[in-house]
C-alpha cells in the first residue's frame, strides 16, 4: 500500500506531483569553480572573523599579528574561523580529486587541503608546534600546486597534440 503524498508543492499546497512533472537542472561542478569558491570563502574568513574581534573590543587592530592569532583565539570568531577554513581545506582536497585524470600534481590539492584543515583547527596557543606543521605544509604546496598548473598550462600551450 503506497503511502500518501504529503510534501508541499511549488504553489504551497499538498497536491501529488507525479515524478515526471519534475524537472532538476544539472549543474557542472569543476575543479576551477571549486577552487574559486575556497577563495571566496577563504577570503571572507579571513576578513570578517578579524572585524568580529575588533568589534567585540577582545583585542585591538595593532599590534599586528597572524590570522591564526588574531582570529584563532577569541570567541566567536574561532568559530567561524575554523568553519571557514576548514570548508576550503575540503573544497581544495575535493578540487584535487576531481583534477587527477587531468594532471599529474592533483595530490598536491590534498595536501593542500589537509594543511589548510588542520592549520584552522590548532590554534597557535592550543599547540604552536602542531599548528607551524600544517601551516608550512599547507603554504608549500599550495606554491607547488600553483607551480604544477602553471607547468601543465605551459605545457598544453606548447604541445602539438590536441587536448582533451
Not at 36 to 58: E, N, R, Y
Request: glycine share 8%.
Amino acid at each position: 500500500i503506497d503511502a500518501p503524498s504529503c510534501s508541499l508543492n511549488q504553489f504551497g499546497d499538498n497536491t501529488r506531483i507525479d515524478q515526471q512533472d519534475i524537472v532538476v537542472e544539472s549543474v557542472q561542478i569543476t575543479a576551477a569553480r571549486l577552487l574559486a569558491l575556497t577563495s571566496l570563502i577563504g577570503g571572507f574568513t579571513c576578513v570578517v572573523a578579524p572585524l568580529i574581534t575588533i568589534a567585540l573590543k577582545q583585542r585591538a587592530l595593532f599590534p599586528l599579528v597572524t590570522i591564526s592569532v588574531f582570529a584563532g583565539k577569541y570567541h566567536p570568531a574561532v568559530y567561524l574561523f575554523r568553519v571557514g577554513l576548514v570548508s576550503c581545506g575540503v573544497l581544495s582536497c575535493q578540487a584535487g580529486i576531481l583534477l587527477r585524470w587531468r594532471t599529474q600534481f592533483w595530490w598536491l590539492g590534498l595536501v593542500m587541503g589537509v594543511g589548510l584543515a588542520g592549520l584552522s583547527v590548532v590554534s597557535p596557543p592550543e599547540n604552536n608546534t602542531v599548528h607551524l606543521i600544517f601551516a608550512g605544509t599547507f603554504f608549500l604546496s599550495a606554491t607547488a600546486f600553483d607551480a604544477g598548473m602553471a607547468i601543465e598550462a605551459s605545457r598544453a600551450c606548447h604541445s602539438r597534440s590536441v587536448q582533451p
